[in-house]
Nanobody
């Protein structure tokens, strides 16, 4: 199975950018659809973005589309989330996840492996 470790979170002001990284080990990420989720205080874990195993197809939640970009470097076995124009409502713990299931299933329950999360706090 794959192990995932996120990094890159922090405390930033609204409007700036951050890039999160998710380094995988144990198996190649080419085997998985890779996704990012987030969980704010008192909220459920929600889908943010995902990228396909092979052709680089991507999908985003409506709340981040146009501001966030997911990418993968299969040679480095790493997935990234570039977050631009950050807003206070983006404050959350961000999780990297891997799925062996259908591309069209984007709930947290549809993902099989998870990292420990990285905190992103955006101040106004």
């Amino acid at each position: 199975q794959v192990q995932l470790v996120e990094s890159g979170g922090g405390l930033v002001q609204a409007g700036v950018s951050l890039r999160l990284s998710c380094e995988a080990s144990g198996r190649t990420i080419k085997t998985y659809t890779m996704g990012w989720f987030r969980q704010g205080p008192g909220a459920e874990r929600e889908f943010v973005a995902q990228i396909s195993r092979s052709d680089g197809n991507t999908a985003y939640s409506s709340s981040v589309k146009g501001r966030f970009t997911i990418s993968r470097d299969n040679a480095e076995n790493t997935v990234y989330l570039q977050m631009n124009s950050l807003k206070p409502e983006d404050t959350a713990v961000y999780y990297c996840a891997a799925s062996v299931g259908s591309w069209y299933k984007r709930g947290a329950q549809d993902y099989d492996y998870w990292g420990q999360g990285t905190q992103v706090t955006v101040s106004s």
